[in-house]
């Protein structure tokens, strides 16, 4: 049975991590897959640099959600995570200040299903992006 370990970044909350392992974890044995969702907030420490996890996620051949899109833009962080082979989810808010708390945790779970297939399909490392309003559309690593 394949493993992943999925981490939901700092910027999104982190109860969202401990929701989304407890919802998962009796359908891993259903998917045929075994699937941990962890916060990297939790994991790795409040205000943890992205150059200090992305390593050690990438060690795990892990998968990163975030709204954080400068970690594609900038380019040392864009070989970081693909030279670490890490799988990240983009989430493209509808503002600078991110989804609503609410609006977060539906965007997550509406796309729950959509995420675990793109992840068993997808070697890391990859990037997928999404608005509010779109499909994850796979993006150039």
């Known amino acids: 049975m394949n493993s ?3 981490y939901i970044d700092e910027n999104l ?8 392992n407890e919802l998962q974890q009796p359908m891993n044995h259903r998917d045929g897959i075994s699937i941990e969702v962890l916060s990297i907030k939790e994991v790795y420490g409040q205000g943890a640099k992205d150059e200090d996890w992305i390593p050690e996620v990438g060690k795990e051949n892990g998968i990163v ?3 954080d899109y400068r970690i594609q833009t ?13 799988g ?4 493209n808010p509808p503002s600078k200040v991110g989804f609503p708390y609410w ?8 796309r729950w ?3 675990k297939t793109i992840v068993k399909k997808n070697q890391t ?3 997928f992006r999404c608005t509010s309003k779109t499909k994850f559309e796979k993006m150039d690593v």
């Open 113 to 115: 299903e959509e995420i």
């Open 125 to 127: 490392p990859f990037a």
């Open 103 to 110: 609006d977060m945790v539906k965007q997550l779970t509406n």
């Open 88 to 91: 990240i989810f983009f989430l």
């Open 74 to 86: 900038q380019r040392h962080q864009k070989e970081l995570y693909i030279n670490s082979g890490v």
């Open 65 to 67: 959600i975030t709204q």
């Open 13 to 20: 909350p982190k109860q969202l991590a401990k929701g989304l």
């Open 4 to 6: 992943y370990k999925i």
